[in-house]
């Protein structure tokens, strides 16, 4: 337990800033219309001014009272969505197999088991697999190698 | 058309082995993605989109389908071997569950929640047929106002009911209305929160979102994960037998489970998790020995696991009829629809018989080949736990990227899932439900639609939501809901502040 319920007061601070932020943004640029004839501003307003409230209705009782605490793990994270980006921006450049092996290495960097090998053989077995499945099995037109 | 003549039609399109085939694959792999725990049937099925495109909707709809029930099933297994639920929906079946394995009778728990997840959804599949029928014939007489005050009602009930902290389940579903008028306004034209990418103009990409989501939000959360500890082992078949005595506690709880979920499913809103749970309680009050419970009650297991699947069947009703996704998976499923330009509704009984009769039908074949093949097959689920996650997540994320990009052949997608995997992950540790913000994506279109429609015809007046009296139920019943739900917070505010006054003080 920790003094106060942080995640709530981040996270409900976050969410009246962005809805705060899309009610604004969709006054000025989108045109509200009438009770009668709603244009494409009123909706997203009203959802906006909805969220900011919400927002504050969380961060504020959370203030006051006690939370458990949160371990969050940034290290997982960038490298799981790290993988994502090496795939994404490496597909078209590098082609499938580089691009999978790649992403499999970088994924297995926050793994709880240390060594090599295992994860040079994941990377071999997760490239054959996608190749198989998706360039023989479902003949999504994908460049393997990269263009020379 | 009858029910006889629906049932025959859907059997025979059901029963086509380019059909079958999906329906296979589907309640295996949903058996898989339900033992493993980490992975749950919402990630599977966002992971399952992008090959819909391939396959024909009615095949699509029955391998989604499939995989949402059979993970009901493989729930179960590792939520009674090492009491970790592998679905959320699995999770009061470890409550006696794994006891009962302790014994050394695990291979009855297992054998009590197959039995009774076949029975409930059988049940499950007379009431869909019957309310479906009675459903899309009453529907016929809704308008644009009743539409939306129900689905408002179906968010409502969504935030509020069984939740701990319903304002924080509320942000979560305006957040996703929000996400939902991301694209051109249908109405106007408008392009909304575009800023200036040609990729956000058809709005935001429902594969991606629920990729983002669960696939890669799951990943990041269970990367860290050292592996299973406690493997069990080997189940003989012959352990599966249950005692005569077992037997004879089976059948009530089943039917009150199965009844139950029945209902709990089909309201817009309330979902299979909520079902199992209630389920429980109520066959601890109608237990003579109640203290039973908790160390091995095979009504424990039999009444929660009769409800869930019962209400994973169900909930398919106002999926169908109304066109309105009743839970997140549901939500999921309307969008694989609709990637086949499919919109479902009333009409759709009649208009595409294969596609709501062959699902009734799935429903059956799938069931049964559940229960047939699960039971010899325990021993191949049971080893497959013994898989260290590790092994695992590297292939998802590659396929959640292939996934993606199959879609439209976008970079730019694949780059917004690791943005929405970044803000899922960051959700998930605030403990905000991911699950409503998809269901509020599918929905808040859906809404703005019949709202801006029903004011259009009542000529801007807002009290055509009290003056009908299908609209005006589901505004008094949403009415309640949230005034329940306050007055429920006040008191436990009470309560706690009564248990601990020092609070605040530490």
Known sequence: MVKRDWPDIWGGLAIALL??????????????????????????????????????????????????????????????????????????????????????????????????LWRAVLAVLVTGLTVLLFHVGLRMTLPLWPRT | MGTWDGLLTGFAFALQPGVLVYCVLGVTLGTLIGVLPGIGAMAAISLLLPITYYIGAEAALIMLAGVYYGAQYGGAVSSILLRLPGTPQSAVTALDGYPLARSGRAGVALFTSMAASFAGSVLGIVVLVLLAGWLSRAAVAFGAADYAAMMVLGLVAASTIGSAHPAKGFAMIVLGMLLGCVGTDVNSGVQRFVIGRAELLDGINLVALAMGLFG??????????????????????????????????????????????SFFGALPGTGSTLSSFLAYAMERRVARRPERFGTGAIEGIAGPEAANNSAAITAFVPTLTLGIPGDPIMALMLGALVIHGIQPGPM???????????????????????????????????????????????????????????????????????????????????????????????????????????????????????????????????????????????????????????????
């Open chain 1, 19 to 116: 809805g705060l932020g899309a009610a604004g943004w969709a006054w000025i640029t989108y045109d509200p219309g009438t009770l009668r004839r709603l244009g494409p501003g009123a909706f997203p307003i009203g959802l906006g001014l909805a969220l900011a409230g919400l927002g504050l209705a969380i961060a504020l009782p959370a203030l006051k009272r006690a939370g458990a605490a949160v371990t969050p793990e940034p290290w997982a994270a960038a490298c799981v969505l790290g993988a994502i980006l090496v795939f994404g921006l490496g597909l078209r450049p590098l082609g499938l197999v580089p691009a999978t092996a790649l992403s499999v290495l970088v994924s297995t960097l926050p793994a709880p088991r240390p060594g090599w």
């Open chain 2, 216 to 261: 890669v939000a799951e990943v990041i959360g269970n990367v860290r994960d050292p592996g299973r500890q406690a493997v069990a082992g080997r189940i003989a078949l012959r352990t599966l037998i249950p005692t005569r005595e077992d037997l004879r506690r089976m059948p009530l709880p089943v039917l009150r489970g199965g009844a139950l979920g």
């Open chain 2, 348 to 506: 759709m009984l009649e208009a595409r018989p294969e596609m709501f009769w062959g699902l009734v039908a799935s429903f059956g074949i799938g069931n049964l080949l559940l229960l047939v093949l699960n039971l010899p097959l325990i021993g191949i689920w049971v080893s497959l736990l013994r898989i260290p996650f590790r092994w695992l997540y590297p292939a998802i994320l590659v396929f959640v990227c292939l996934g993606v990009w199959s879609v439209r052949g976008l970079t730019f997608d694949i780059l917004m899932v690791a943005g929405i995997g970044l803000v899922g992950y960051l959700l998930a540790l605030a403990r905000f439900n991911p699950a409503l913000l998809l269901l509020g994506f599918v929905l808040g279109p859906l809404i703005e639609t019949n709202l801006r429609r029903a004011l259009l015809i009542s000529r801007g007046d807002p009290m055509v939501f009290l003056e009908r009296p299908i609209s005006a139920f589901f505004v008094v019943a949403a009415a309640a809901l949230l005034v329940h739900s306050l007055v429920q917070a006040r008191g436990r505010r009470r309560a706690v502040g009564a248990a601990a006054p020092d609070d605040g003080a530490r």
